[in-house]
């Protein structure tokens, strides 16, 4: 209530707040947050679920679920797949039907395994990893929406165990492929298509997802990593793709990443994943966002460190080859990204 005892119009009082801080940083020259430089952002941990976090030390359910989600969606080349690789991986996922039948699937929801576990929304966990959106990296043909609707009701599922592709040696070298078709069409991609980035930072996401939960890793900074592309993948609208073309999808390489263990790095899988965070750090920093690419950078090298030590002890024999970055930008690394340029 003001002095003259008129009340005070608080419709969208938080809304409007943002925007004033928006504006004051712009007219400072401070730093500009993802959210507003970019329109990228992910949606933030709930009151309960950080007080749950303090009290049981126990990683939010809803960011582990994303990871899987984000795994599964990476490593499916159909909507059938996406449900099978949740489910065999232990995750419980449920459909949302559109009203009238069941014949009709608009949505989904995941739970970890386990009593008392709370079911999440697609759209809950990230913006990117809504149905529709997931739909848009598949496509779609009449025979694949009716098996993903049979597989949706639980037919032909296994439950709780994966399993590594007998053909695995075939699928590196396919993940091989990908990643490096992915380097040489990023190269391609203007700094203003920002949908293009975006979709890159969410693949990228997606291999790194899956590379979490294999056995044998150290998951701290891969976690990390994936939550700063994550962020970086969810736009607030769609929007029109730009100069990209179509979305650039790498299923092998998240299904390659499912099985690969620090200590048992693929040097020629590596390089081209080196390559790509290398490209995407660039992009942040041309954003000027240099906080995030300092961490993906950061990552970069440690990631390239682990590689190295694995090659040193020679569990792959495989011969280095220079990644399409590499074939740009020679062997040599990128600026810092500590801070601005001076």
């Known amino acids: 209530m003001r002095d003259d005892g008129s009340f005070i119009n608080t419709f969208h009082d938080f809304t409007k707040a943002q925007q004033a801080c928006r504006a004051l940083e712009v007219e400072h020259g401070l730093r500009r947050l993802p959210s507003a430089a970019l329109g990228v952002g992910s949606r933030g941990l709930t009151y309960a679920e950080l007080q749950l976090q303090e009290r049981t030390g126990r990683e939010p359910s809803r960011r582990i679920l994303e990871r899987h989600v984000r795994a599964a969606a990476a490593m499916a080349v159909t909507e059938a797949d996406f449900v099978r690789h949740l489910r065999a991986e232990g995750i419980r996922v449920a459909p949302f039907y559109a009203a009238g039948g069941t014949a009709l699937v608009v949505g989904y929801k995941v739970a970890l395994a386990g009593e008392g576990e709370r079911f999440f929304g697609g759209g809950h966990l990230a913006k990117d990893l809504t149905l529709p959106r997931l739909r848009s990296r598949w496509g779609g043909s009449p025979e694949a929406t009716a098996q993903a609707v049979a597989v949706w009701r639980g037919s032909g599922c296994r439950v709780g165990q994966p399993r590594r592709p007998a053909d695995y040696e075939v699928v590196v070298h396919r993940a091989v492929s990908e990643l490096r078709f992915m380097n040489q069409r990023l190269r391609t991609v203007p700094l203003g298509d920002v949908r293009g980035w975006a979709d890159a930072a969410g693949e990228l996401a997606g291999v790194l997802s899956a590379w979490s939960m294999a056995g044998g890793n150290d998951r701290d900074p891969i976690v990390q ?9 969810q736009l607030r609208t769609r929007g029109r793709r730009g100069q990209s073309g179509r979305r650039l999808v790498a299923p092998h390489a998240a ?5 690969l263990t620090s200590g048992h790095l693929r040097p020629d899988l590596t390089v081209e994943l080196l390559g790509l965070l290398r490209l995407l750090g660039r992009a942040a920093m041309d954003y000027g966002q240099p906080r995030i690419a300092g961490q993906i950078n950061g990552f970069a ?3 390239g460190g682990m590689s190295r030590r694995s090659e040193t002890i020679g569990s792959w024999p495989a011969a280095r080859r220079p990644s399409a970055f590499e074939g740009q930008h020679g062997s040599r690394q990128p600026h810092s990204d500590r801070g601005p340029r001076g």
């Open 225 to 233: 990593t994936v939550a700063v592309l994550s962020n970086l993948a």
């Open 255 to 259: 299904t390659a990443a499912r099985w």
């Open 301 to 303: 090298d440690r990631f």
